[in-house]
């Protein structure tokens, strides 16, 4: 498999799969966290700094139609120069790209509109975690075969998108031998964190689980117990938890039909021996708003028409501990309704406890778009050992992980 770190762009054009799908702020339109526009950076500057040029291709949303101005990639063009340093070019349809593409020069930036403009990119549908064998149509291939025409490689730096195969990361393989197509600095530097927090781990190994649901975690969850020491749970799902367990928690939210799925976790982790830690306080509030009223309680007596919506002072405590004494910390999802100033406290403080496990020589790798966010919004990205661009580190994303099908750039299951 060609590796990046041997390739040398010098004269070539190198087609590069990125994973641009980036938040954008709701009033001004501009990006609000550019993670993973940094994140492709490395491999964007080597192709440069070798004398090639980049033509860079992602999918923005989910788009129905083409083209549609709100998913436009042409909204991100000033935060990928900025970072880049250099102003780049712009094609609006990722089809038609042949006179601008022709025209490029070494040392040069193309950006193709939005992939998914085109249904072709994502093909038909192929099962719930899209990790079986492509199975393009002759429109699809067209389709791949079009953007391969476009360059002498192809670079998949795509990590957040790792999960599904697509036109743009797994068909376009098919067209390039296997001496010019290989992964990008972002795709390897993730898998070794990955590989690190997984395979590597030093004990005590900490999780950290927060986020809405039970049923979005729970594969990662149960993939987790045979690894960590200590599992915390918070976020909203703490209270079908809580529920499960007799608890009284007024209006927050359960997921019903997850009650015995929730003990069972809880009984399985007791038999592995790993320590869970569920939230024993929070700050509940009267209704899903920024200005609520708030009262503190314990998580299992919730007052009526109320609902839990962070953490509390004593569990931030808790917390806080355990994960000052991990060695080892996987953080996923946020503790509470941080969008909300007032219910954002329990992530912030730990975002802070997950930075000073660091500098107490704990390896951390922070994944998802919301834990990343609040450890962006706190300015501790550079005080963690690694910030994923893997937007959701959920089942499809273990799935996904780090074994790839050598040059077809197929996924296959790994865990
Ligand atoms: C993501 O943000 O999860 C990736 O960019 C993939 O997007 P998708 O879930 O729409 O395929
Ligand atoms: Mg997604």
Redesign the pocket.
């Known amino acids: 498999m060609q590796l990046i770190d041997n390739f040398n762009f010098a004269g070539k054009k190198a087609i590069v799969r990125v ?1 641009f ?1 980036v938040p954008l702020n709701k009033e001004t339109g501009e990006v609000s966290d550019d993670t993973r526009i940094r994140g492709a950076l490395p491999t964007i500057k080597k192709i440069l700094a070798d004398g090639g040029s980049a033509i860079l291709m992602s ?1 923005m949303g ?1 788009p129905k139609q083409n083209p549609d101005p709100k998913f436009s990639l042409k909204q991100i063009i000033p935060a990928i120069e900025k970072n880049i340093g250099q102003k780049i070019q712009f094609v609006d349809d990722c089809m038609k790209a042949d006179a601008q593409v022709a025209a490029l020069k070494p040392g040069e930036v193309l950006l193709l509109e939005n992939l998914r403009f085109y249904e072709e990119e994502e093909g038909k549908p192929r099962g719930e975690f899209e990790t079986e064998e492509a199975k393009a149509d002759a429109k699809q291939k067209d389709f791949a075969k079009k953007l391969a025409s476009y360059a002498d490689v192809y670079v998949n730096d795509a990590f ?2 790792a999960h ?1 195969a697509h036109g743009s990361t797994a068909i376009i393989a098919d067209y390039f031998d296997a001496g010019n197509k290989m992964f990008g600095f972002l795709i390897n530097s993730e898998l070794k964190a990955m590989d690190k927090v997984l395979n590597e781990s030093q004990k005590p190994f900490t999780a950290i689980m927060g986020g809405a649901k039970v049923s979005d975690k729970i594969m990662i969850i149960e993939n987790l117990l045979d690894r960590v020491d200590n599992l915390i749970i918070g976020g909203g799902m703490t209270y079908t938890f809580i529920k499960a367990q007799g608890g009284n928690i007024g209006n927050s939210l359960c997921e019903a039909d997850k009650l015995d799925l929730a003990l069972e976790v809880l009984k399985k982790a007791e038999e592995k021996g790993v320590k869970v830690y569920l939230p024993t306080d929070a700050v509940n509030a009267d209704k899903f708003d920024p200005e609520a009223n708030t009262i503190i309680s314990k998580t299992n007596e919730t007052p009526d028409g109320w609902m839990g919506l962070d953490i509390a002072d004593e569990t931030i405590k808790t917390f806080s501990d355990v994960i000052a004494n991990s060695k080892t910390v996987l953080w996923n999802g946020p503790m509470g309704v941080f969008e909300f100033e007032k219910f954002a406290k329990g992530t912030s403080a730990i975002a802070h406890a997950v930075a000073q496990a660091t500098a107490n020589g704990a390896f951390t790798l922070i994944g998802g778009g919301d834990s990343v966010a609040a450890i962006n919004k706190n300015k501790l990205g550079d005080k963690v050992s690694y910030v994923s661009t893997g ?2 580190w959920k089942e499809k994303f273990f799935r996904a992980s780090k074994q790839f099908a050598g040059n077809k750039h197929r996924i296959k299951e790994a865990v």
């Open positions: 994973d799908n999918h989910r957040g998108t599904r937007n959701t």
